[in-house]
């Protein structure tokens, strides 16, 4: 299977500001970034529907930039492979965009979405990516949260039912996230997002994009949220990044923490041979300039190639292979409880040695 690299287009144009400093780079045109993605070893991009196209843009300009940006891609070679809304920056959506207390506010996070949607579907993106920053809350008096899902459900029908009315080849998905910007998210892991497809019209339109951070950001371990939504066949896509466990959303590069968490997230990718596009939702450092930025486009794409290295000489090591297969003949035959009780031999377990091995492998010792 040929691996597809996807960046998406708000990493790349990130500028390096945060919450205590002013941007550090200038801005970068998203036409140009499509363009230098394909130039720097990407296949694919993701992109909100804002990216490209200015609020507030004339349909004329909205078509303007979306056959250029449809001539960028066909002349690179890449391809748009999800799209998402930003409903989350505007004063407007300070308290939400689908759960807002206020009616006229969630029509328009409806039509803001509906209106990306349409967009996507013109660069061809089989895939519409729902984060919902700020559809949450800090002050649990002012709402209950089973209102909140109830509204939740009632945009996600309305979206399905949307794309569906167009005929679109399209699937939603859900960006799980436990917190930030609002103090508490309402779909914060993956488990959160599966329970919740499941009492939609259309579940079967609506997966799961995890990310790395954000299972991070809840002391999770990221390739077992992963591996539920793989289960439940609603993996529609994934964010690849770094992040030190429960601190804010870091968007580290990937390969910039957590080493062994990242490892076995390719591992779980590739063992799987999953097929969909290994993305990135990562930023380069507020240190970083504007060469430095295709940089660290090059070095998302080289340290998930390392990864994968590292999970075929592990897969293919002689002792990993003997101390794996030893593990999976305990399951042949199972003694009755009361053997097992009382009298089987103690098993001498032999995950400290295997995981010594990761180590090995991962240090390049091994």
Request: aromatic share 8%; glycine share 8%; hydrophobic share 40%.
């Amino acid at each position: 299977m040929k691996r597809v690299f996807s960046f998406g287009l708000w990493t790349v144009m990130n500028r390096g500001a945060d919450p205590f400093g002013a941007p550090t780079r200038s801005p970068l045109d998203p036409l140009q970034v499509i363009s230098g993605l394909a130039a720097h070893g990407a296949q694919a991009f993701e992109l909100h529907a804002e990216d490209l196209i200015p609020p507030g843009s004339l349909l004329a300009e909205r078509d303007r930039l979306i056959h250029e940006a449809r001539q960028r891609m066909d002349d690179a070679g890449i391809r748009c492979v999800a799209c998402g809304s930003d409903v989350f920056s505007e004063p407007i959506f300070k308290d939400g965009g689908l759960v807002s207390n206020e009616a006229r506010v969630r029509r328009l996070a409806i039509a803001r979405y509906a209106a990306a949607i349409d967009v996507g579907h013109l660069l061809g993106a089989p895939l519409f990516n729902i984060w919902g920053g700020r559809d949450g809350a800090e002050v649990d008096a002012s709402r209950s949260p089973i209102d909140a899902l109830k509204r939740l459900r009632d945009g996600f029908n309305e979206l399905a039912a949307h794309i569906a009315r167009h005929g679109y080849a399209m699937r939603l998905s859900i960006e799980p996230k436990p917190n930030e910007p609002r103090g508490d998210l309402y779909l914060s892991t993956v488990g959160h997002a599966l329970a919740f497809i499941a009492t939609l019209d259309q579940p079967d339109r609506v997966g799961v994009v995890p990310e790395l951070a954000h299972a991070a950001m809840a002391g999770l371990n990221p390739a077992h949220e992963i591996a539920h939504a793989l289960y439940a066949g609603k993996l529609f896509g994934i964010h690849l990044n770094g992040q030190r466990p429960l601190r804010f959303d870091q968007d580290l590069r990937f390969g910039g923490a957590n080493l062994k968490d990242s490892f076995f997230v390719v591992k779980l990718l590739e063992d799987e041979d999953w097929p969909g596009p290994r993305s990135f939702d990562a930023h380069p450092y507020r240190t970083t300039d504007e060469q430095g930025v295709w940089d660290f486009v090059q070095g998302c794409i080289s340290a998930y190639k390392i990864l994968a290295e590292k999970v075929r000489r592990f897969n293919e090591d002689l002792e990993v292979h003997q101390l794996l297969a030893e593990i999976r003949s305990w399951d042949v035959s199972v003694p009755p409880v009361e053997t097992a009780a009382e009298g089987s031999p103690r098993r001498a377990f032999l995950y400290d040695r295997l995981d010594h091995l990761v180590f090995e492998i991962l240090m390049g010792t091994r």
